[in-house]
């Protein structure tokens, strides 16, 4: 496995390649989701040339003030601990630029705008979020050019912006949904499950049991809304019944492929979750 932080080491390590490239994008503290989208990537080698490449980076366009806010500056940075979970899963390559290597002009005139997509449901408590991940994710598609990358459907309205502006712009990458890993009580895996203590996470199993009662039928979307709404401790920020490809709101009951996304707040830490539907 090669660790590599710079782009003109990159440019060298993939210009003798002649297998397909598979790119797990990260901002590292790594836990076993993204380990899920490694195993995925590994799933789908199908030749000795072929390649894994994971990058770790904390990309600040994404974060509240570009990245002048306490949230980037506090996001866990574990690139020694995370170098060795992707060594074990299988990664070939770690690109691991530190921001001056990304941005060498600071922060960059032109972006990818994600347009609506991207303003509701997370973009709406997070403006600009969708914008700075679609940025980055563009950049990493060119530096690496990936022939598949893979996201974790857990972060459903990412997955989506991805999936558009691949589309929209002609990207040559296809792109790989794999499914939410959950804990046995049927937790979403996620970073901030850390800041969960015992009762908070017992309260926070509200959110996926809505869920799948909406997925079951067993409640309509109003009386989704209403129990998360008095669930115990549970603050909702939103329960949406959208189009996976638009994230345009559908009419309870959906007649077509939907998703079900809510985001709630449990004990100071935001939560979010999907299901199809
Ligand atoms: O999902 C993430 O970890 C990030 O948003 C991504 C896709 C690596 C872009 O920074």
């Not at 590599?4 to 390590?13: Q, W, Y």
């Not at 570009?66 to 574990?78: A, F, K, S, V």
């Not at 690139?79 to 990304?102: H, N, T, Y």
């Not at 972006?111 to 950049?139: C, I, N, Y």
């Amino acid at each position: 496995m090669k660790l590599i932080k710079t782009k003109a080491e990159l440019v060298d390590a993939l210009a003798d390649l002649r297998g397909h490239i598979a790119l797990v994008p990260t901002m590292g503290a790594l836990h076993d989701g993204h380990l899920s989208l490694v195993a995925a990537a590994r799933a789908d080698i199908s030749s000795a040339d072929d390649m894994v490449v994971a990058s770790i980076f904390v990309n600040p366009l994404q974060f509240a003030q570009l990245g002048d806010c306490d949230d980037y500056r506090n996001y866990p940075r574990t690139l020694d601990a995370d170098a060795q979970l992707l060594e074990s899963a299988g990664v070939d390559i770690i690109f691991a630029p530190d921001v001056a290597e990304m941005y060498p002009q600071g922060t960059p005139e032109v972006w990818v705008r994600s347009g609506e997509m991207g303003s509701q449901l997370e973009g709406a408590s997070r403006p600009g979020h969708f914008d700075g991940v679609a940025t980055v994710v563009a950049k990493l598609f060119s530096l690496i050019r990936p022939n598949r990358a893979y996201f974790g459907q857990k972060d459903a309205q990412q997955l989506a912006v991805i999936k558009r502006m691949v589309h929209d712009l002609d990207l040559r990458v296809d792109i790989r949904a794999v499914p939410i890993i959950r804990g046995a009580d049927g937790l979403a895996e996620s970073s901030r499950n850390q800041h969960l203590g015992a009762t908070d996470r017992q309260n926070a199993l509200a959110l996926s049991a809505t869920l799948a009662a909406l997925r079951d039928r067993r409640i309509d979307l109003e009386q989704a809304r209403v129990e998360l709404s008095n669930a115990d401790a549970v603050d909702l920020d939103y329960l949406e019944v959208v189009s996976p490809e638009t994230l345009q709101p559908i009419t309870w009951p959906p007649t077509a492929p939907a998703l079900a996304l809510g985001a709630i707040t449990v004990g100071g830490t935001r939560l979010i979750d999907n299901m199809d539907i």
